[in-house]
């Protein structure tokens, strides 16, 4: 892949496994509203999170290199399952072939609110088996505080209920009370939304959890960093009106696109349908 020089009108490139990074581009949009975006959701390969590590690794390297090959300034990785897994291998690969491109992934915003925000020191984290299987959480935390308890909760196959839309049955209702009875137990008084599907939920859990409970999300810290590095490489995009956001995706289009609306809570135009090339290597 030839490197070329970024420039301030290029996009930043946004990629989750589904629609749930959506809910990341939202406050992206809102936050810095004079950016151009394209978005890809990996539809054809979602969820993510019962994947193990050597696949994530593998599939957040193809994507890299097509949201670089499409000119893309900055990658966000708005997945916490990918994020756990490959951002070291993404920062490896960026620094070989693209020095100029920063990396950006949802663990360390939300985990570093969580811990500034927290009276008790005791905090939750809902998120899919993967991340909560990396213990990239813990590690965050514990370096930002090492006197904060996290209490995890692996909740298997909800990201993928939440994708497949509303309503939803009792049956789901009462598996995420079942994944919240820990974090009551253990009086946490802060959760972090280790997944970015689960903000769609954000009411049902505030009941379960109850009004005392703060809830943690990464998109306001996501952007408060891609703001941060941009500005460092003078790469922020100096138009005076609203920006492009554009979008790709690995499936089927109808469906991204029925499903997008909701999590994106913003006009949805077009889908691009994608296929992704198995070339770049684990080993960066």
Request: one cysteine or more.
């Amino acid at each position: 892949m030839a490197a070329r020089a970024r420039t301030p009108t290029d996009p930043i490139g946004v990629f989750d496994s589904g629609v749930g990074g959506l809910t990341v581009l939202h406050e992206l949009l809102v936050s810095l509203p004079t950016e151009d975006y394209l978005y890809l959701g990996d539809t054809a390969r979602l969820p993510y999170g019962n994947r193990g590590s050597a696949e994530l690794v593998q599939f957040a390297l193809e994507i890299a290199d097509h949201l670089l090959e499409s000119g893309c300034k900055l990658l966000v990785v708005a997945c916490n399952s990918a994020s756990a897994a490959a951002l070291p291998a993404l920062e490896r690969r960026l620094a070989a072939i693209a020095p100029d491109v920063d990396v950006i992934g949802v663990l360390r915003p939300a985990a570093q609110l969580a811990v500034a925000g927290s009276r008790s020191g005791r905090i939750g984290l809902l998120a899919t088996p993967a991340t909560v299987a990396s213990g990239a959480y813990e590690r965050i935390i514990r370096d930002a505080d090492p006197h904060v308890h996290l209490e995890s909760v692996a909740c298997r196959d909800l990201a993928a209920a939440i994708e497949t839309g509303f309503p939803f049955d009792g049956e789901i209702v009462e598996a995420v009370r079942g994944f919240c009875a820990p974090l009551r137990d253990a009086s946490v008084d802060t959760v972090i939304l280790g997944c970015t599907h689960y903000p769609l939920i954000a009411p049902m859990l505030q009941r379960m959890l109850g009004r005392g409970v703060a809830l943690v999300t990464s998109g306001a810290g996501v952007a408060r960093s891609v703001e941060r590095a941009l500005t460092a490489r003078g790469l922020l995009n100096p138009r005076a009106g609203e920006g492009d956001y554009r979008f790709r995706c690995t499936a089927e289009v109808d469906s991204f696109r029925e499903v997008g609306t909701r999590f994106l809570q913003l006009p949805f135009g077009e889908v691009e349908h994608v296929e992704l090339r198995a070339e770049a290597k684990v080993a960066v």
